[in-house]
């Protein structure tokens, strides 16, 4: 079995990626053991690392697997135009949108 090498999220597009709520997540999810949308068991090798979250004062370490983080990745460039004014005027300019591009084009890799 062959792995690919993770893929590093920037910092800076961490919040725009939307998680589920940590109070409907098994705690295997919340920990990162899980995949925090599918569900799937994740290793180092397989685990890509969404940041660390603080919801309510608690500390959690969401990861995912590749094919879920494409998927939430999607959404959110998807989701930008609407809430960036650049974009509004000229997408092709907004720097935020791009990346999120860049980074479904790393994750499809």
Do not use: K, Y
């Not at 589920?20 to 899980?34: I, K, N, T």
């Amino acid at each position: 079995m062959t792995t690919r090498a993770l893929v590093d999220i920037p910092v800076d597009l961490l919040p725009l990626i939307l998680l589920p709520p940590l109070e409907v997540l098994s705690d295997a999810r919340a920990r990162g053991a899980e995949c925090v949308w599918g569900g799937e068991p994740l290793s180092t090798a397989t685990a890509i690392d969404l940041g660390e979250r603080d919801t309510d004062g608690e500390h959690w370490f969401p990861r995912a697997c590749r094919r879920c983080t494409l998927h939430a990745v999607h959404t959110a460039r998807n989701a930008h135009p609407g809430r960036c004014e650049q974009c509004v005027d000229d997408a092709s300019l907004c720097e935020t949108r791009r990346a999120l591009h860049a980074l479904a084009l790393e994750l499809r890799r």
